[in-house]
Nanobody, 121 residues
Framework: VQLQAFGGGLVQAGGSLRLSCAASGRTFSSYAMGWFRQAPGKEREFVAGINWRGGSTYYADSVKGRFTVSRDNAKNTVYLQMNSLKPEDTAVYYC???????????????WGQGTQVTVSS
C-alpha cells in the first residue's frame, strides 16, 4: 500500500482544514488507518484512527471534539476534518495503514510522506 497525504496549509486559529490520504492498491479496505503528527522538536504522536470498515474511530484527547476521521473505501481515501484549529495543532501530519487502529505507531506498516499544517494565532 502506498499512501499520499495532502490538504495541509496555513490557516488562522479557529479555522478548518480537511486532510486527505489517498492509497494505492486494492487492499486498502482491509487496513485500519491512522493519522499522526509531529511538531518541531517533538516526537510523533497519535491523532486519530479508524478501523477498516469505518465503524470505529479513536482520537487523542487533545483533538477530541474538534477533529473527525472518516474513510471512503470506494475511493481508497481516508480523511481528517480539523475544526477549531489551534496554534498547538501546527505539525506535519502523516497518515498510516495497519492491521489495527492503534495508538502506537509501530503497529502501522505503511506511511505517507506527510503534509504540513500551520495554524497562526
Amino acid at each position: 500500500v502506498q499512501l499520499q497525504a495532502f490538504g495541509g496549509g496555513l490557516v488562522q486559529a479557529g479555522g478548518s482544514l480537511r486532510l486527505s490520504c489517498a492509497a494505492s492498491g486494492r487492499t486498502f479496505s482491509s487496513y485500519a488507518m491512522g493519522w499522526f503528527r509531529q511538531a518541531p522538536g517533538k516526537e510523533r504522536e497519535f491523532v486519530a484512527g479508524i478501523n477498516w470498515r469505518g465503524g470505529s474511530t479513536y482520537y487523542a484527547d487533545s483533538v477530541k471534539g474538534r477533529f473527525t476521521v472518516s474513510r471512503d473505501n470506494a475511493k481508497n481515501t481516508v480523511y481528517l476534518q480539523m475544526n477549531s484549529l489551534k496554534p498547538e495543532d501546527t505539525a506535519v501530519y502523516y497518515c498510516a495503514a495497519g492491521r489495527v487502529a492503534a495508538v502506537s505507531e509501530w503497529r502501522y506498516d505503511y506511511w505517507g510522506q506527510g503534509t504540513q499544517v500551520t495554524v497562526s494565532s
